[in-house]
């Protein structure tokens, strides 16, 4: 038993000692502070088709989009608006365009300036894919948040 104590006298001693000493003084809240991650993000936000309608799954997006664009003034967006090549051209043209001004209007009731965004309408380009078949997750709009510079 004593050898044990002998053996382990040391690392008891060395835990007491390197034990650090708590601050006497508070820290305020500007040290804690830390600034927020602004860097580029992308979101999609997926749609039924020939619908320009927003889902509730849709608008739990488009919470998280006005959400980072909140935490971060210094963000320009992108509403990229898409449809499958399931119609002709000119229609799928006008579904991707309603679709995206259905998310910028989206955003708007949540507080994003719309002059700071960018509307695109891509219609059925790259909906089919190489093998011919149409492209069902091209029903959707992208939202990309980039930092100005």
Known sequence: MKIALY???????????????????SVAEDDMAVAPNCSEERFAIYFEEGMSALSDESDAVVDAVSDSYARCDLYKMEIRGHADASGDAVTNQVI????AEAVLEALKTRGVDAERVHLVAYGEQ????????????????????????
């Open 126 to 149: 790259d909906a089919v894919t190489a093998s011919g078949a149409e492209e069902p997750l091209n029903r959707k709009t992208e939202v990309r948040l980039v930092p100005e510079s």
């Open 7 to 25: 053996l382990f006298a040391p690392l008891l001693l060395a835990a007491c000692v390197s034990r650090p000493v708590p601050p006497t003084a």
């Open 96 to 99: 991707s365009a309603a679709r």
